[in-house]
T-cell receptor, first 115, second 115 residues
Framework: RKEVEQDPGPFNVPEGATVAFNCTYSNSASQSFFWYRQDCRKEPKLLMSVYSSGNEDGRFTAQLNRASQYISLLIRDSKLSDSATYLCVVTHGNAGGTSYGKLTFGQGTILTVHP | DADVTQTPRNRITKTGKRIMLECSQTKGHDRMYWYRQDPGLGLRLIYYSFDVKDINKGEISDGYSVSRQAQAKFSLSLESAIPNQTALYFC??????????????FGPGTRLTVL
C-alpha cells in the first residue's frame, strides 16, 4: 500500500464548478500535511498547509481527519487557471516532536477546468 | 533571480555515462533534497541533507550519490547512468524552524534522458 494515496483523476470540470479531492495516508505518526500544486512541466509549489481545525484560503478549503487518516481539498468557483496537478503531501515527526522535514508525496490528482 | 536553480535543465546521455546534476540556492536554507518524478509515481526522495555535514539516503538512493559542497550547493551524481533513471529530477530546500514548517521550495527541474 502506498504511504500517501490520491485518486489520480483526471477531473474535468467546467468553470465555476466546485471540485473536491481526497487523499489518504497510512502512517499514523504523520505530523504535517500540505497541498502542493504543480503546473505542467513545472516545479511543485506550496498551495496551502492543512491544519487540524481545517483552513480556508480564498476559494480553497483544506480539511484533515486524523481519525480516518485522510485529507481533503475543496476548490469553489473553479477558474481555468486552476488547471494543474494537485499533490497531497505529508511529513512525519519523531519522538521529540520535531519534524524530520522529509515530505512524502501522493502521485497527484490532475484537474482540468474547461470553459 | 530564482531562489533555487538547477543545471542543466535538460540532458540526454547514454547508458554507462557519469552524470552530475547541480543545485544552488540563495534562500539560506540548511536543508536540501533531491527527488525524481516519474509519471504515475509522484515525487520520490533520493537523498537529503540537513546541513553540510549531514547526508542521508532517501527511499530510492541506489545508483545515485550526492555531495553537499556548501550550504548553498547540493549535487546529485549518477555514476553509471541506466535507462530507468530517465526522469524529471527536482532539487528542493527547506528551513525547518519547528513542527509544521516544512515548506519546501523546488528548483525548476532537470529533465534527464538516458538512452
Amino acid at each position: 500500500r502506498k504511504e500517501v494515496e490520491q485518486d489520480p483523476g483526471p477531473f474535468n470540470v467546467p468553470e465555476g464548478a466546485t471540485v473536491a479531492f481526497n487523499c489518504t495516508y497510512s502512517n499514523s505518526a504523520s505530523q504535517s500535511f500540505f497541498w502542493y500544486r504543480q503546473d505542467c512541466r513545472k516545479e511543485p509549489k506550496l498551495l496551502m498547509s492543512v491544519y487540524s481545525s481545517g483552513n480556508e484560503d480564498g476559494r480553497f478549503t483544506a480539511q484533515l481527519n486524523r481519525a480516518s487518516q485522510y485529507i481533503s481539498l475543496l476548490i469553489r468557483d473553479s477558474k481555468l487557471s486552476d488547471s494543474a496537478t494537485y499533490l497531497c503531501v505529508v511529513t512525519h515527526g519523531n519522538a521529540g516532536g520535531t519534524s524530520y522535514g522529509k515530505l512524502t508525496f501522493g502521485q497527484g490528482t490532475i484537474l482540468t477546468v474547461h470553459p | 533571480d530564482a531562489d533555487v536553480t538547477q543545471t542543466p535543465r535538460n540532458r540526454i546521455t547514454k547508458t554507462g555515462k557519469r552524470i552530475m546534476l547541480e543545485c544552488s540556492q540563495t534562500k539560506g536554507h540548511d536543508r536540501m533534497y533531491w527527488y525524481r518524478q516519474d509519471p504515475g509515481l509522484g515525487l520520490r526522495l533520493i537523498y537529503y541533507s540537513f546541513d553540510v555535514k549531514d547526508i542521508n539516503k532517501g527511499e530510492i538512493s541506489d545508483g545515485y550519490s550526492v555531495s553537499r559542497q556548501a550550504q548553498a550547493k547540493f549535487s546529485l551524481s549518477l555514476e553509471s547512468a541506466i535507462p530507468n533513471q530517465t526522469a524529471l529530477y527536482f532539487c528542493a530546500t527547506s528551513d525547518n524552524t519547528g513542527v509544521g514548517t516544512d515548506t519546501q521550495y523546488f528548483g525548476p527541474g532537470t529533465r534527464l534522458t538516458v538512452l
